[in-house]
């Protein structure tokens, strides 16, 4: 079984600064993909970012990155020039590839809430 | 048109009730899955349904009965519940349910989700 662990229940960041989000999992597979949603109070889950594991560079999408550390199984955020906009709950997640039983099967973490002051 | 269309957006029923949640998506998507999401929880999965055919049931409790008549379109049917079934209950889709390396079906895309609250 895959566990996702979140260790920051909160955090808060200035408008226009830097934050991290950290997460680290655990699995016994070699072929995964791990996602970080995002969640705002409209409570619809939003994709943020996705990383194949098969992939060493880090995956990035516009002002939000990654820094994938398949050894160490950690997963963090980074999100540059943050905005109001992504004050949110973030949930970091994992998913089995190449079939078997995965179908699908997203196994989150318990979510950082992010709020970005202005 | 990428979303997925869930109805209603709020429910509230009592532990007699039969009621359904709705859930449609028109991006030719052949897996479809419930989710639940408790208050300041993560979502943890219900169902799985590829090609119309119910794949995975996470042992939930038969009170909740899932269906899916066509490919575009996924109901939950609700009967009997408790109070501790209020949750955000949230429907998603992707291409297809088998994900394997360079398909694209890791990316679920979920909709908004209907509030229910059993009292």
């Known amino acids: 079984a895959q566990t996702v662990t979140q260790s920051q229940p909160e955090m808060s960041v200035q408008e226009a600064e830097t934050v991290t989000l950290s997460c680290t999992y655990d699995?016994?597979?070699?072929?995964?993909?791990l996602f970080w949603y995002k969640q705002p109070p409209s409570r619809q889950m939003i994709l943020v970012i996705r990383?194949?594991?098969?992939?060493?560079q880090n995956a990035t999408e516009n002002r939000f990155s990654v820094n994938f550390q398949k050894a160490a199984k950690s997963f963090s955020l980074k999100i540059s020039d943050s905005q109001l906009g992504d004050t949110a709950m973030y949930f970091c997640?994992?998913?089995?590839?190449?079939?078997?039983?995965?179908?699908?099967?997203?196994?989150f973490g318990q979510g950082t809430i992010l709020t970005v002051h202005p | 048109d990428t979303e997925v269309t869930q109805t209603p957006k709020h429910l509230v029923m009592g532990m007699t009730n039969k009621k359904s949640l709705k859930c449609e998506q028109h991006?030719?998507?052949?897996?479809m899955y419930w989710y639940k999401q408790k208050a300041k929880k993560p979502p943890e999965l219900m169902f799985v349904?590829?090609?119309?055919?119910?794949?995975i049931n996470e042992s939930v409790p038969s009170r909740f009965s899932p269906e899916c008549p066509n490919s575009s379109l996924l109901n939950l049917h609700l009967h009997a519940l408790q109070p501790e079934d209020s949750a955000l209950y949230l429907c998603a889709s992707s291409q297809e349910a088998l994900v394997a390396q360079g398909t694209a079906n890791e990316k679920l895309f979920f909709g908004s989700g209907t509030q229910l609250s059993v009292l």
């Open positions: 699995t016994s597979e070699n072929n995964y993909y």
């Open positions: 997640a994992f998913m089995r590839a190449y079939g078997g039983t995965s179908y699908g099967k997203l196994t």
């Open positions: 991006m030719g998507h052949r897996a």
């Open positions: 349904y590829s090609y119309e055919k119910l794949s």
């Open positions: 990383q194949e594991a098969y992939k060493q």
